[in-house]
């Protein structure tokens, strides 16, 4: 993103990830914003994506301080059932824990948006939430992993609907949905061996920081992957 003479603040959600902790190192490497909050469940505040208190209760912390909030980064996400893996097949869906995945993946964003974007500052500001390309329905070839899917493609959509809303008191803002790529996290280990296109976390977020920098508004609603290209919905 550009440097901009007020210097504002970039905010990452999920910052006890892989790509959110590259993400926070990448940033803070650039020495061009007033400040780089890293917040997750741990942080202080906490912001745990399951509890819509502690995201009201974070963003209320964020709008105390007077630094324009130029950037958000919703980098948390869960990928399987917790102690499982990614369905196969319709007779491995399970109520609980799709209601996990969702509560993560789908939930907790669009507590983000409601409490987040109403502080982004006027002027070029950048929501971003990152989504995955097996959320897309038009893409989806091989079938599987439908809780996953179905809650990015859910992600997807409140992303887009989001930035409709957000054009009418943010002209110039911009919310989007962006997939990594493949990345080697704890998330994503039991699936990529052998992958020749996994990228290291550091890697991954200067991709996904370098596709921030060339938004405006007009791309806004959209979804993008870590090297531009817009992904089918």
């Known amino acids: 993103m550009e440097t901009r003479s007020d210097n504002g603040r970039a905010i990452v959600i999920g910052a006890n990830g892989g790509i959110g902790g590259a993400l926070v190192r990448a940033l803070r490497?650039?020495?061009t914003w007033s400040d780089v909050v890293a917040l997750d469940r741990a942080s202080d505040p906490p912001l745990d994506l399951t509890d819509p208190e502690s995201i009201a209760a974070a963003a209320r912390a964020v709008a105390a301080d007077w630094r324009p909030l130029r950037l958000v980064i919703n980098a948390a996400g869960v990928l399987d059932r917790r102690g499982g893996v990614a369905?196969?097949?319709?007779?491995?869906?399970?109520?609980?824990?799709?209601?996990?995945?969702?509560?993560?993946n789908t939930i907790g964003p669009a507590l983000l948006?409601?409490?987040?974007?109403?502080?982004?500052?006027?002027?070029?500001?950048?929501f971003a939430a990152l989504s995955a390309r097996v959320g897309s329905i038009s893409d989806n070839r091989l079938g599987g992993w439908y809780s996953y899917r179905a809650s990015k493609a859910a992600l997807n959509q409140l992303v887009r609907t989001a930035a409709i809303e957000l054009r009418?008191?943010?002209?110039?803002?911009?919310?989007?949905?962006?997939?990594?790529?493949?990345?080697a996290t704890r998330l994503s280990?039991?699936?990529v061996k052998g992958r020749p296109d996994v990228q290291a976390p550091d890697e991954a977020a200067q991709r996904l920081l370098d596709v921030i920098a060339k938004l405006d508004a007009r791309q806004s609603g959209q979804f993008f992957d870590h090297r531009g290209d817009a992904v089918p919905w």
């Open 29 to 31: 490497a650039q020495e």
């Open 87 to 104: 369905e196969k097949h319709w007779m491995q869906i399970d109520a609980t824990a799709m209601q996990r995945v969702f509560a993560i």
């Open 113 to 126: 948006m409601k409490y987040f974007l109403p502080l982004l500052a006027p002027g070029r500001s950048v």
């Open 168 to 183: 009418r008191m943010r002209p110039e803002a911009v919310c989007v949905a962006l997939h990594p790529g493949t990345v």
């Open 189 to 191: 280990a039991p699936y």
